[in-house]
């Protein structure tokens, strides 16, 4: 490690790898609010995030956890439960009076029709307009579960009723 007069330690944030400051400063100068996806190696995490001088305020969010009160026994890390985490998030955002964000996927690697590009899909249907490429977006068979386990499909169109996404 360097030592010396001159040398001066990173962020505490920066040094366990957990924050791009250069990137978050790039999003915040936009003014507009971060739809903010983080995935664990359980659940998907989506919340709707404004920069306050004071700290960052959530305005709406919804994990996949909450899917299972809506009848959802899939897995919440997969796209159909990331599809659907991102409708509801996008659902109570449009009903606090949110209209547009952009997206904050943190330190992840965007993969072409990746999870966390179905969760932007799920909030694009609710409403939310975020800058976006459609090539990044999942194809919608992988959305709706069609490559998954049978019955997934069937379970996927009721939970999406229930939250009241369009088709």
Do not use: C
């Not at 996949?64 to 809506?70: F, K, Q, R, V």
């Not at 659907?84 to 659902?91: I, M, R, S, V």
């Amino acid at each position: 490690m360097a030592t010396g007069p001159r040398y001066r330690v990173p962020f505490k944030r920066r040094r366990q790898g957990r924050t791009d400051y250069r990137h978050r400063a790039a999003l915040l100068k936009g003014r507009t609010a971060r739809l903010v996806v983080r995935k664990s190696n359980m659940n998907i995490r989506v919340q709707f995030v404004e920069y306050k001088q004071i700290g960052d305020n959530v305005l709406a969010s919804a994990v996949s956890t909450d899917l299972a009160e809506l009848g959802w026994s899939g897995s919440g890390k997969s796209t159909p439960g990331a599809y659907l985490t991102g409708l509801l998030a996008g659902k109570r955002a449009k009903e606090k009076g949110l209209g547009d964000a952009v997206l904050d996927i943190g330190l992840r690697k965007p993969t072409k029709g990746g999870v966390v590009f179905a969760v932007l899909k799920g909030v694009l249907d609710a409403g939310i307009e975020v800058p976006h490429s459609d090539e990044m977006i999942p194809v919608q068979d992988r959305i709706t579960g069609k490559h998954m386990r049978e019955g997934t499909a069937a379970m996927f169109e009721t939970t999406k009723s229930k939250i009241g996404g369009a088709t």
